[in-house]
């Protein structure tokens, strides 16, 4: 599947234990202590919101602003196998951060693409609409 | 609508690192440069991280054509991994109004039951699925709120009054084919009161669902419930939903003459024009929109060299067709709020989880 590595090449080796939470539509499973390398489980999603969340999540801002360093080291999902309806989206962050921070960052950001997209859509087919309204 | 880089007879070449940014390059033997590559930190001296004011000002939507069910707008400034979310709800998740159940109380037709159940499954129904609920997996009833009840009652019998020795079946017989204006609503609960303007009923009146001879009948009724594409290809809203990206054609060198001529013919027609400078025949490009991009000019040898084709990454050509159960302006807003809906659901659940 797609992995983007955004800066260095810097793989993290799985550490021992899984610690697995079941979480409704949800499943985590943290390599260790390291809250930073999360693998998530995504129930009933394919590519339609895995490309675009692993887009935005990629595009995040960095909170330390310095050349070359981004909270996220690594993003990308796969389709685990085509009869299952379910993804595995994994983030690895830098320098400790939660991985379910850039994720929500991401999830919000896409909100807000969304939101624009569909506030500039309405207001482009409403002015159509007007134009062609006094030629019929 | 001409984009900016096609209006100039020889556009300034773009330098190498925006072209690979900014376009996706037909070559001979491939398309090259298809992957997003401006992430943060990819290329130094741009500042690539997600600013949603910059995306705001660079975003554009433009409307081309839009009539009953037939929408071709333009997306500039955005990805391609959310156009193609939208592509991909607009085809499989928005939720539409479609036969499921199908109750056979007599069909002495020669369509089987099953043919004919699948049949009615794919027509499309107009009834606004807003209105509607998913139906409760275990209910096999069904309510006023999920559930929209149809019946198809026909009876073919011989034309008394056909003319003697005529061979033609319309005249011979009379109901001898069913169509999909033969079905009617039978309303539940208090269907009638909501949706007494509302035509509930095939959006199509004149698809061929059998074909009977004298003493077929067919006694049917129907249950529709809401669904999504995913589940079944009949509950998806649109007949398609597919983008292009806008093709972007530079002439390398002035073309003129035969060559000129051979040119225009390379692609379709509209793109090229020849036009008269200092009384040389000069091709310039007019309108790469129209193009189809088949790279016929890159089969010449003699022309292959002299232009470069190319897509614009971020500007797609949207073409939205509905079936007619919702129009096409609506289903893009509906597949946007699904997507946005899809977000909430995670956002959601990692606030459920953090709780823990």
Not at chain 1, 3 to 29: F, K, L, P, W, Y
Not at chain 1, 48 to 55: A, D, F
Not at chain 2, 19 to 31: C, K, N, Q, T
Not at chain 2, 204 to 209: A, K
């Amino acid at each position: 599947m797609t992995h983007m590595i955004c800066g260095q090449q810097h793989i993290h080796a799985a550490s021992t234990g899984h610690v697995e939470r079941a979480i409704d539509a949800n499943m985590v499973r943290t390599d260790g202590a390291d809250e930073g390398c999360v693998t998530f489980v995504l129930h009933e999603e394919d590519h339609t919101l895995g490309n675009s969340l692993r887009y935005m999540i990629m595009k995040s801002l960095s909170r330390v602003v310095c050349f070359y360093s981004q909270d996220v080291e690594f993003c990308g999902y796969s389709i685990t196998h085509p009869s299952e309806s379910k993804i595995n989206f994994r983030i690895q962050t830098r320098d400790g951060v939660a991985a379910s921070e850039p994720l929500r960052s991401g999830l919000n950001n896409l909100t807000e693409v969304c939101k624009h997209v569909l506030h500039t859509f309405e207001a482009r087919m409403q002015a159509f609409r007007d134009k062609e309204e006094p030629m019929s | 609508l001409e984009t900016l880089s096609s209006t100039s007879k020889m556009a300034a070449p773009m330098s190498n690192v925006d072209e690979i940014r900014d376009r996706v390059i037909l070559g001979e033997f491939g398309v090259r440069n298809v992957h997003t590559t401006d992430y943060p930190g990819n290329y130094p001296g741009y500042d690539d991280t997600w600013d949603l004011e910059k995306f705001k000002k660079n975003f554009r939507i433009d409307i081309v054509n839009s009539d009953e069910n037939m929408l071709e707008f333009d997306m500039i400034g955005i990805d391609a991994a959310i156009a193609n979310a939208f592509r991909r709800i607009l085809l499989a998740e928005v939720p539409t109004m479609a036969i499921e159940k199908v109750f056979v109380y007599n069909n002495t037709s020669i369509i089987q039951d099953e043919i004919l159940a699948h049949r009615l499954g794919l027509v499309p129904i107009k009834a606004d699925p807003r209105l509607f609920e998913y139906r409760n997996p275990e209910d096999q009833e069904g309510t006023e709120i999920d559930t929209i009840q149809l019946q198809l009652k026909v009876k073919c019998t011989r034309n008394p009054r056909a003319p003697k020795d005529s061979s033609d079946p319309k005249e011979l017989y009379l109901n001898h084919m069913v169509y999909s204006g033969d079905i009617k609503w039978l309303p539940i609960g208090n269907q009638a009161d909501v949706f007494a303007d509302a035509k509930i009923g095939p959006v199509h009146g004149d698809i061929l669902l059998a074909q009977l001879r004298p003493g077929q009948e067919l006694d049917i009724v129907m249950h529709c419930v809401k669904g999504i594409g995913k589940d079944h290809a009949k509950f998806s809203p649109v007949a398609t939903a597919s983008y292009r990206l806008l093709p972007e054609i530079t002439l390398l060198q002035t073309i003129e003459g035969e060559q000129a001529e051979r040119l225009k013919r390379c692609f379709s027609p509209g793109v090229i024009e020849i036009q008269n400078v200092n009384g040389r025949k000069v091709a310039k490009v007019v309108n790469s929109r129209l193009d189809t991009c088949s790279r016929e000019v890159l089969r010449h040898d003699d022309l292959k060299s002299l232009v470069k084709l190319g897509r614009v990454r971020d500007h797609f050509i949207f073409s939205v067709e509905s079936t007619g159960i919702l129009p096409a302006d609506v289903l893009v807003t509906e597949a946007i709020n699904v997507l946005i809906s899809k977000c909430q659901k995670f956002l959601t659940e990692l606030d459920a989880a953090e709780m823990d």
